[in-house]
């Protein structure tokens, strides 16, 4: 995990570490994802995007 500290654009807010259920092509997981204690906004980057969807082909092909 990177210490890089990812702040809310909307409150200016230091986002937090928290599980967050995530719905891609059909197949739900979820994910720890930094979440904006306040407003609930979640930050995602490109970075887990890519890996999650490898993650969900890849399991997909297993079946
Ligand atoms: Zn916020």
Do not use: T
């Amino acid at each position: 995990m990177s210490e890089k500290k990812i702040i809310c654009d909307l409150c200016k807010i230091e986002m937090i570490l928290s599980k967050v259920d995530l719905l891609y092509q059909d197949q739900k997981m979820n994910a720890d994802l930094l979440k904006c204690p306040k407003c609930g906004q979640v930050y995602i980057s490109e970075e887990l995007v890519k890996n999650k969807m490898r993650e969900v082909e890849s399991n997909l092909e297993e079946k």
